[in-house]
């Protein structure tokens, strides 16, 4: 098993549709969660951190953290076409002192449509 | 304030060549990481720099691989002998070094890497 899995893509919605994209983690105690968009060519850029169950908004993007399930999501509502990309999951898998050790999931592309 | 620099952006080279990226990361960031990032696969750590020190290396293929970051800003990644399999993009990123897991990495471009 992975330790860090996303749902397989791509996934394509529409203009102003709700992406939805999620990940799960297999270590219990890993304590931080990043989500990155990766344009085509361009490197990771962090666009949302969550540390506790729950969910964080921010603008357009809400992120959820479920540590019981081992689960994070994020969601991107009223998509634009600018949304387009890959969305990488990263976990700090060991937390604590240990910080820094982020395991990446292997993306999912997102293509919004108009 | 200037991101993460690294050069060059793309290198081709024939297999068994040497070849090395160059990292400058953000200014005050104490910790620098090195990635790989293969085609489709999001990225691995190869290592990672507390100022000059490398604290977390066990993904670094030491054989052929080697990292500096003698003075404790810029980093040198080094691969030598080039093998078909190293083709790839290596992403260099820094952070604060805050204490705990709260502490964001922020990206370089990377240097795409092409072994013929």
């Known amino acids: 098993q992975k330790e860090v899995e996303q749902n397989s893509g791509p996934l394509s919605v529409p203009e102003g549709a709700i992406a939805s994209l999620n990940c799960t983690y297999s270590?219990?105690?890993?304590?931080?969660f990043f989500w990155y968009r990766q344009y085509s060519g361009k490197s990771p850029e962090l666009i949302m951190s969550i540390y506790s169950n729950g969910d964080k908004e921010d603008g357009r993007f809400t992120a959820q953290l479920n540590k019981a399930s081992q689960y994070v999501s994020l969601l991107i509502r009223d998509s634009q076409p600018s949304d387009s990309a890959t969305y990488l999951c990263a976990v700090n898998p060991a937390g604590g002192t240990s910080y820094g050790k982020l395991t990446f999931g292997q993306g999912t592309i997102l293509t919004v449509h108009p | 304030e200037a991101g993460v620099v690294q050069s060059p952006r793309y290198k081709i080279i024939e297999k068994k060549q040497p070849v090395a990226f160059w990292c400058n990361p953000i200014?005050?960031?104490?910790?620098l990481y090195w990635y790989r990032q293969n085609l489709g696969q999001g990225p691995e750590l190869l290592i990672r720099?507390?100022?000059?020190?490398?604290?977390?290396d066990s993904q670094l293929p030491k054989d052929r691989f080697s990292a500096e970051r003698l003075k404790g800003v810029d980093s040198t990644l080094k691969i030598q002998p080039a093998e078909l399999g190293d083709s790839a993009v290596y992403l260099c990123?820094?952070?604060?070094?805050?204490?705990?897991?709260?502490?964001?990495?922020?990206f370089g471009p990377g240097t795409r890497l092409t072994v013929l």
């Open positions: 270590d219990r105690v890993s304590q931080s």
């Open positions: 200014s005050g960031h104490n910790t």
């Open positions: 990123a820094s952070s604060r070094g805050l204490a705990g897991s709260t502490d964001t990495q922020y």
């Open positions: 720099y507390e100022n000059e020190e490398a604290v977390d």
